[in-house]
């Protein structure tokens, strides 16, 4: 049995499919368009924090998979926009903008005379330690809005809606 709550900008999104379009079994529309209103309005406030640390989402997202990869903080290009999931040339691009912050430098790789690693400067690691402490606290107050057992609840769906949307792209749904 579905709980009564107040209507969102979805709902009104939904009313109009349904008066313009009866005939269409709108259902689905619902909650993929919660799912990218939500992330929009998420994406907003963490944009907040991150420009707190004079850097943008992009940029702490690099830094935070060099952080993550663990000392000496240091990945090959591939690996990173691997991880990031953006093109090589983007990263080119990113790279050259957070080597000139000096956040990041290239050094030799020591396993292939003929490619370059990304490694965090001191000045990038401390940033992403400062920036990564202040997201999770942003992330933890933005979540405050929900009672535990609804946030387990909706992590529980999120996790297995993903789950089947990464299935990959080699294999049929």
């Given amino acids: ?11 009104a999104i939904l ?4 008066r313009e379009r009866p005939d269409l079994e709108i259902s689905p529309m619902g909650p ?14 963490l944009d907040k924090m991150f420009s707190e640390f004079g850097m943008t989402n992009w940029e ?15 990945l090959a290009p591939t690996t990173l926009f691997a991880a990031l999931m953006i ?17 990041v430098q290239r050094i030799p790789n020591r396993n292939d005379a003929r490619s370059m690693l990304v490694q965090l400067t001191p000045a990038g690691l401390e940033l992403i330690d400062r920036a990564v ?14 009672q535990p057992e609804a946030l387990a609840s ?12 990464e299935i990959p792209e080699d294999k049929p749904r």
């Avoid at 368009?33 to 907003?44: E, I, P, S, T």
């Avoid at 702490?60 to 240091?74: E, H, I, K, N, Q």
Wanted: aromatic share 4%; glycine share 4%; charged share 30%.
């Fill in 154 to 165: 909706l992590d529980d769906r999120l996790a297995e809606l993903l789950s089947t949307l």
């Fill in 60 to 74: 702490f997202d690099v830094l935070a998979t060099l952080r993550r990869s663990g000392a000496p903080y240091c």
């Fill in 15 to 18: 009313e109009q499919w349904r």
């Fill in 87 to 103: 093109t090589s040339g983007t990263m080119t691009h990113r790279l050259q903008r957070l080597e000139a912050a000096g956040w």
């Fill in 32 to 45: 993929i368009g919660r799912l990218k209103r939500c992330a929009a309005l998420l994406q907003r406030e």
């Fill in 1 to 11: 049995m579905r709980r009564k709550r107040q209507p969102d900008s979805v709902d």
């Fill in 133 to 146: 402490e202040a997201h999770v606290e942003n992330e933890r107050e933005i979540l405050t809005l929900l």
